[in-house]
């Protein structure tokens, strides 16, 4: 049973649900509207009140969780933690509520995500489509073929900003709509070539956003019931008819969506106009289902993240076979020091099948270059902790270890560093490991060691384990050679 908690800019959400017969039925789902992006300050700040109130939401949330036997969990934040300033502060006390580990993912990766939960949704399964997702803070817009992801796209404009923007204290008239939907068209204006009608054959609205624009056209009148130019222009009108959102009144729409339909809408219209969709079809599925498929994929062993590192070290040209050496050897190695956990296993797999990426810019430093190409590259399944994660523990691979030195503290971390830096060196020296013939430890301290014949064998071996020596003791870390 998979439980997909949601941070969005306009409310918080998660789903539960569970796999049966190939499809993954939700048996609870939760909403609190609480509107985290409004709750930003002129500083891109999040208020004291408006962090108060998240986390007593996620303590809610928490509660309700409980009930559930949960095998996996994962809590996404979208674009108001993307932006907010003191994120960090936050987050602490938020994961503390909720109790679970919170991925700020960036726009392409939530793109991503709301694309397989889509996917996995829809009966035509090989056809070409568009995909649009109006969120509080962003919008994605993603364009894919059956399974296969083409090109996201993640534009900083979604419901809450755009209402905040135009309709600041609830007035509703046709020049604050005209200048809302000119301002959504000139941030898609550049995607046209790209995400064009003649690319795709069907568009579709997975946000909550669409369904309630689609309900409010469908039950009330508009148009011709369906989600065209003629129903939106048709809604956007009834919209400046009230004048204010106060006197919002629409059959199906729930109140804490009317404060923020009027940017919503704006967006949508934009889209549709710059992109020349003529309808757009909402689904019930989006950011939640996908972030339970992607649980659901990872539970067997088909991680998306394991084709990106593929995807990447085939895109800079790196030498595979140099790379599954370094990984064979630092997972061998990370055993030998009988790590208290797992949970940095797959990290130092994929670090050290990357860890020449680097080359690619210049051969000099080549792993300072690696980890600043991990922290930034756009690797899909990858959440900006993770890639900052395998950047930090790349740029340890070789040299002096005070550029991480505080991420050492981490004692499984350190033996993980430890097993991708004698990897490397082993590497280096031409040596195949044999578990045999070295003796590796870290508890208090690091022990090495190894056979006299073995250090005859591989000379530069022994010099560089000696200067290993002093680079563990520049941090504070004994290391203890013993030649036997």
């Known amino acids: 049973m998979f439980a997909a908690v949601d941070l969005g800019s306009n409310s918080f959400r998660f789903h539960i649900g569970k796999l049966e017969g190939g499809v993954i039925r939700v048996v609870k789902s939760v909403r609190d509207p609480i509107r985290l992006g409004a709750g930003l300050d002129k500083n ?10 998240a986390i007593a939401s996620l303590a809610r949330f928490r509660v309700v969780m409980s009930e559930y036997p949960l095998t996996s969990v994962r809590v ?12 960090q502060k936050f987050l602490p006390l938020a994961e503390a509520a909720i109790g679970y580990p919170i991925e700020i993912i960036s726009g392409e990766e939530e793109g991503r995500l709301i694309y397989i939960g889509v996917a996995n949704s829809l009966v035509l399964p090989d056809s070409d489509r568009l995909v649009i997702d109006i969120g509080g803070g962003s919008t994605e817009v993603i ?3 059956g399974a296969e992801i083409k090109r996201v796209e993640s534009f900083g404009i979604g419901t809450v900003n755009q209402s905040m923007a135009f309709f600041p204290d609830g007035r509703i008239d046709a020049d604050s709509f005209e200048r809302a939907v000119l301002s959504a068209r000139s941030n898609v204006e550049d995607a046209v070539e790209i995400f064009g009608a003649q690319h795709w054959k069907h568009a579709y609205g997975s946000s909550g956003t669409v369904r309630a624009i689609a309900d409010a056209i469908a039950k009330n ?9 003629r129903s939106v222009e048709a809604l956007k009108q009834r919209l400046i008819e009230f004048g204010h959102v106060s006197r919002v009144e629409f059959n199906g729409l729930k109140s804490d969506r009317a404060a923020v339909i009027m940017g919503g809408l704006a967006v949508l219209i934009g889209l549709m106009q710059e992109l020349k969709i003529e309808l757009v079809q909402p689904v019930e599925a989006g950011l939640r289902m996908g972030v339970m498929w992607d649980l659901q994929l990872r539970a067997t062993q088909r991680d998306r993240r394991d084709q990106s590192v593929s995807d990447f070290l085939s895109r800079l040209q790196v030498d595979a076979t140099r790379a599954a050496k370094v990984a064979d050897m630092a997972a061998t190695l990370f055993q030998l020091l ?10 130092l797999n994929w670090s050290a099948l990357l860890h020449e990426t680097g080359m690619a810019v210049s051969q000099s430093a080549y792993h300072k270059h690696s980890a600043y190409l991990i922290s930034h590259a756009d690797l899909p399944g990858f959440t900006t902790r993770e890639q900052r994660v395998m950047s930090t523990m790349i740029l340890g691979q070789k040299g002096n270890l005070r550029k991480i030195g505080e991420s050492l503290a981490d004692t499984d971390f350190a033996k993980a560093v430890l097993a991708l830096r004698l990897a490397v060196m082993f590497l280096h020296a031409h040596i195949t490991l044999d578990a045999g013939q070295l003796s590796l430890k870290m508890k208090s301290r690091i022990d090495v060691e190894y056979s006299r014949d073995w250090g005859i064998a591989h000379s530069t071996a022994s010099y560089w384990l000696q200067k290993e020596q002093e680079w563990w003791n520049g941090v504070g870390v004994e290391f203890a050679i013993r030649i036997r």
């Open 143 to 145: 364009l894919g073929r």
């Open 44 to 53: 891109s700040n999040l208020t004291e009140v408006a962090m108060q109130s």
């Open 221 to 229: 009148g508009l148009g011709d019931g369906r989600i065209t130019l």
């Open 76 to 87: 996404v934040a979208t674009n108001t933690l993307r932006i907010a300033k003191n994120a």
């Open 338 to 347: 009988k790590p208290a956990s797992a949970t940095y296993a797959p990290y």
